[in-house]
């Protein structure tokens, strides 16, 4: 039987695709809009037009962005474990890298969904145009993306994952936003928890065994590897 090695994975994961992470405004993805404006719930019908637009720059900004070592490395993973990666992030590159168990926590940028009904989803190709006015089969649409303030769907199902987890990799995360942020604390105690992130947060716990590899995922996920055969 394989071990049961979880992933989490957050905007850090991607920042080597060229993807800059959340609250990296300098470089740039976030710094034309406000948080308030174009992330929280309630922003598509009180600043339709802005919030809709952003969305749309930002899907075409990154449609053609791809995986990198990190995403690879995490899906060759899955030779020598059963695998499921658990990400906060809405690109598909888990997915393009070969990962076959991924679960977005945050949604999908290369996806919309009915504004009346959050399970009808279709693909955001070429044909697709964000804007308040834009109707699929009927139903006016939204990105499939979890504001702040929204419930996340998915959030049960990862506890039970997380909370049946042999090993716990958490790469690229500030730990900032919530419920995700909460997931590693249904790893089971004692079971090996290992945070990759070049500026990793303080995390402090009585209970859980967090190892620190301080670097960057693609160079952090070789480390892994290697203390991973090594606990083998
Ligand atoms: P953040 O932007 O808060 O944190 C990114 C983390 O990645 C930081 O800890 C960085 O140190 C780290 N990092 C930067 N470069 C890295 C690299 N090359 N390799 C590895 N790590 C690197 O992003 P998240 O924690 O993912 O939600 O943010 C969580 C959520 O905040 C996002 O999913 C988004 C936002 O609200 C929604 O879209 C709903």
Redesign the pocket.
């Known amino acids: 039987m394989k071990k049961k090695l979880v992933i989490l994975t957050?905007?850090?994961?991607s920042?080597?695709s060229g993807i800059p992470?959340?609250?990296?405004a300098v470089i740039g993805l976030w710094e034309n809009a406000s948080i308030e404006e174009v992330?929280t719930a309630g922003c598509l019908e009180k600043n339709a037009e802005r919030a809709y637009r952003f969305y749309q720059e930002l899907h075409d900004k990154y449609k053609d962005c791809k995986p990198n070592q990190a995403h690879k490395d995490i899906a060759d993973l899955e030779q020598d474990y059963d695998i499921i990666v658990i990400t906060?992030?809405?690109d598909s590159l888990h997915e393009q890298a070969g990962s076959t168990n991924v679960i977005h926590l945050?949604g999908n940028l290369n996806k919309v969904r009915a504004l009346d009904n959050p399970y009808l989803l279709w693909d955001w190709d070429d044909s697709v145009i964000m804007h308040e006015d834009t109707v699929i089969d009927g139903h006016h649409i939204r990105p499939h993306?979890?504001?702040?303030g929204e419930d996340v769907p998915n959030i049960i199902k990862a506890q039970k994952i997380v909370s049946d987890a042999d090993i716990c990799v958490v790469?690229?995360?500030?730990?900032?936003?919530y419920p995700?942020a909460r997931l590693i604390q249904y790893v089971p105690e004692g079971n090996p928890i290992y945070y990759?992130?070049?500026?990793?947060?303080t995390l402090t716990s009585d209970y859980l065994d967090i190892q620190v590899i301080k670097a960057?995922?693609t160079a952090?996920m070789k480390e892994l590897i290697s203390k991973l055969k090594e606990n083998d």
Do not use: L, Y
Request: with cysteine.
């Open positions: 957050g905007a850090g994961v920042a080597e992470t959340f609250r990296d992330c906060q992030n809405v945050h993306i979890v504001m702040f790469i690229g995360t500030s730990f900032n936003v995700a990759i992130d070049p500026n990793p947060a960057t995922a952090g």
